[in-house]
């Protein structure tokens, strides 16, 4: 697609022809956690103890790709802006900084947390029971650090381009390619946890390899030049103002979980927590989405408002929010209607699916408006809107959801409290945050996009 074609097309089209492929990737990418768990799940004999045990570690995934979403999420509009603005060196720019921030993360990161894992994942809900099963996971997963930053981290810097099929393949081959060698390593070789990660290892090197070749190649628009790899704080301070927000996003997701995981440890024990594992997996997946739509829609809204074509831009967010808001009430009645179906996916045992059930309509009821939340946190994202997308990040999930955790499960409801404080905690967060920015949206188009 032609960079002019982002300023000129019927909206709908573009949205849509930008967005599918966006959200084919999105949907393969987040096969590669929740493929692990269906397959584990199905470990014969220990299924659910593995299951639980690899679910403990996902608040740390959380993390790593919350440090992605710090860069790729910051940068990606930043350079989509100076396109817009026709300043080709400062996208170019921008995407160099990022590479070399991102490779430098991941090896910071990996460091930590292998020293710090024991620690943790008893934190985040490990039993002595479960322990084993999320260490020996983590320790393989935290090898391909470097793979996942990067490959989650650039791929914006495709998307913004309007190239949404590339960024669909990149994610895709590296998807698919899991999702392979998940039962080989699983089952044929007997490697249960350990052979999960290694196939998640192997798979996120491909895609990274794949992201970086067609980065540097001749067909981007926004080139890849490793001669111009360094850490540029100029440059990468206003990366981070904005990445700051999905990232904080992403790693206050990565507390709920811990919340979650930690609190129904403490007063219901592993089934529970094998329960929360489930949940989070679900809407995980039903997420992805709304997550391609939004990778497609944010630099999309980016280019039209460097472009000062507002009443373009403000086509694009009412389009967006309409096929958003209807998706999620979809999907949360599926969910409601067949939870037994819904949670059968991931796990063979009978006691647990039993479990699991009652409590599904307590944690996914609030997601049916959470299309008002995404669809308008992310524009604000792609308006270059740090500070409002930032608290309205920090609302949803600190200041709403882990206070609900602790204080409904501490009354009556129980167990019950801690799946309910999620829905209530979607609902109200997507109702203040669809109104902010039906209140603000006239200001931020008035003074248009900053020139620097």
């Known amino acids: 697609m032609e960079q002019n074609d982002l300023a000129t097309k019927s909206i709908p089209q573009l949205v849509m022809k930008l967005s599918i492929p966006m959200i084919i990737a999105q949907l393969v990418n987040g096969l590669y956690s929740i493929v692990d768990r269906i397959y584990l799940g199905h470990v014969e004999g220990a299924g659910a103890g593995i299951l639980t045990g690899v679910g403990i570690t996902y608040p740390i995934i959380l993390l790593i790709t919350a440090?992605?979403?710090?860069?790729?999420?910051?940068?990606?509009?930043?350079?989509?802006?100076?396109?817009?603005?026709?300043?080709?060196?400062?996208?170019?720019?921008?995407?160099a900084v990022s590479a070399a921030s991102l490779i430098a993360m991941s090896v910071i990161l990996m460091v930590i947390f292998y020293i710090f894992r024991k620690p943790l994942l008893y934190t985040f809900g490990?039993?002595?029971?479960?322990?084993?099963?999320?260490?020996?996971?983590?320790?393989?997963?935290?090898?391909?650090?470097?793979?996942?930053?990067?490959?989650?981290?650039?791929?914006?810097?495709?998307?913004?381009?309007?190239?949404?099929?590339?960024?669909?393949?990149?994610?895709?081959?590296?998807?698919?390619?899991?999702?392979?060698?998940?039962?080989?390593?699983?089952?044929?070789?007997?490697?249960?946890?350990k052979g999960a990660a290694i196939a998640t290892v192997i798979s996120q090197f491909v895609s990274a390899l794949y992201v970086v070749l067609f980065l540097a190649g001749k067909n981007s628009t926004l080139r890849l030049r490793f001669r111009d790899l360094r850490i540029d704080f100029p440059i990468l301070m206003p990366i981070l103002a904005l990445g700051v927000s999905p990232f904080i996003m992403s790693a206050t997701e990565a507390a709920i979980n811990a919340a979650f995981n930690s609190r129904l440890q403490m007063i219901a024990g592993d089934m529970a927590v094998g329960t929360m594992t489930i949940f989070a997996s679900i809407l995980t997946f039903i997420n992805m989405p709304l997550t391609g739509m939004n990778q497609a829609v944010t630099p999309l809204v980016s280019y039209n408002f460097g472009a000062s074509l507002n009443d373009r831009v403000k086509k694009i967010y009412f389009f967006a929010l309409k096929v958003e808001v209807l998706y999620c009430f979809l999907s949360c009645t599926f969910c409601n209607i067949f939870p037994k179906a819904v949670i059968g996916l991931f796990t063979s045992d009978a006691a647990m699916l039993e479990y699991a059930a009652p409590y599904m309509k307590f944690f996914i009821t609030g997601f049916s408006i959470f299309g008002l939340q995404s669809c308008s946190q992310n524009t604000f994202v792609g308006l270059g809107q740090a500070g409002k997308s930032l608290f309205l990040a920090i609302f949803r999930k600190l200041i709403l959801l882990i206070p609900l955790v602790y204080i409904l499960s501490s009354t009556s409801l129980g167990v019950t409290g801690v799946f309910l404080a999620e829905s209530i905690s979607d609902a109200t967060s997507a109702t203040v945050t669809f109104t902010i920015f039906m209140l603000t949206l006239p200001g931020i188009l008035r003074r248009g996009a900053p020139k620097t």
């Not at 979403?69 to 921008?94: F, H, T, V, W, Y």
């Not at 393989?140 to 099929?165: D, E, H, M, R, W």
Request: charged letters at 15%; proline letters at 4%.
């Open 126 to 193: 490990a039993s002595d029971a479960t322990f084993r099963y999320a260490d020996e996971y983590l320790v393989v997963y935290l090898i391909g650090t470097p793979f996942v930053l990067l490959t989650l981290g650039l791929n914006p810097f495709i998307s913004a381009q309007g190239k949404t099929t590339m960024s669909m393949l990149t994610v895709i081959i590296g998807a698919v390619l899991n999702i392979i060698l998940d039962p080989i390593f699983i089952f044929v070789f007997g490697m249960g946890a």
């Open 67 to 95: 440090f992605s979403n710090l860069i790729g999420s910051g940068g990606g509009p930043r350079a989509a802006i100076r396109l817009g603005q026709k300043e080709q060196k400062k996208a170019e720019d921008i995407v």
